[in-house]
C-alpha cells in the first residue's frame, strides 16, 4: 500500500517538474471559453485510480454554442501552436482521450494574441457535457503546455465581434468578462 502510494508521488512530481521547466517559456492563457479547472489537484493517495490530468471536474461547465460560429480566443507566446480537442469523457485520462478535433496547429500571432471564428465541427447533443483540451507547443523545443475546461454544449449565439473584450483577434488590452455571458 505505502510503495504504491510513493509511486503516485513521485510521477506527480516528476510531472510537476516537466511543467516549471517548460514555465520558463512564456505561456498561454485561454481567454475564452475560460478555463474552468485549476491546475493538477494534490495527491490523493486513497483515490489510486482517480485521474489528475485534468483536475477536478467543475459541475457548472461554461455554456458554449455547438451549432453557429462562435469562437476560441488565446493569448501567449508568438509562434507557438495551438490545438483544441474535445471529448464527451468527463474524466480524460490522456491526450487520446480527447476524440474529437476542433482545431489544429494554429499559430499564436506575432501580437501574442488568437481569436478565430470556430464553429463545432462534430455532431453534440443539447446540453451536452464534455472537456476541451487546449495545447499551446512551442515548435522549436516541442514543449506543450496544456488547460482543460468544462463545457455545456448549447445553442446560444456568441460571435467574436460582439466579445471584443474575450476575442484576442488583435492586438488590444483583454480583461476577460464572464459576466459579459450573464
Ligand atoms: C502589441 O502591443 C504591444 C504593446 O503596446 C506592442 O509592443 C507590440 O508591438 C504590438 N504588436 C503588434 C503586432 O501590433
Ligand atoms: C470571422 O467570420 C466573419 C464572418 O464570416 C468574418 O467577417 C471575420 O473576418 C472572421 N474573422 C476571422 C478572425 O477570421
Redesign the pocket.
Known amino acids: 500500500m505505502q510503495s504504491i502510494s510513493n509511486a503516485v508521488t513521485l510521477v506527480l512530481a516528476i510531472g510537476n517538474s516537466i511543467d516549471l521547466t517548460s514555465a520558463a517559456h512564456a505561456g498561454f492563457h485561454v481567454q475564452y471559453p475560460w478555463s474552468s479547472r485549476g491546475p493538477n489537484p494534490k495527491v490523493r493517495p486513497e483515490l489510486k485510480d482517480y485521474s489528475s490530468f485534468c483536475g477536478d471536474i467543475i459541475h457548472n461547465p461554461q455554456k458554449y454554442d455547438r451549432n453557429t460560429?462562435t469562437f476560441l480566443s488565446f493569448s501567449g507566446h508568438p509562434g507557438d501552436i495551438v490545438t483544441v480537442l474535445y471529448t464527451t469523457n468527463r474524466v480524460p485520462r490522456k491526450r487520446d482521450d480527447f476524440s474529437h478535433l476542433i482545431l489544429q496547429d494554429v499559430p499564436i500571432k506575432p501580437s501574442g494574441q488568437l481569436?478565430?471564428?470556430v464553429t463545432i465541427p462534430f455532431r453534440t447533443e443539447l446540453d451536452e457535457m464534455g472537456v476541451m483540451y487546449f495545447e499551446a507547443k512551442d515548435p522549436s523545443t516541442g514543449k506543450t503546455e496544456y488547460y482543460c475546461t468544462d463545457v455545456q454544449m448549447t445553442d446560444m449565439e456568441a460571435l467574436?465581434?460582439e466579445h471584443p473584450a474575450m476575442c484576442a483577434?488583435n492586438n488590444e488590452t483583454l480583461i476577460p468578462m464572464p459576466d459579459e455571458f450573464l
Open positions: 460560429r481569436c478565430l471564428n467574436p465581434e483577434g
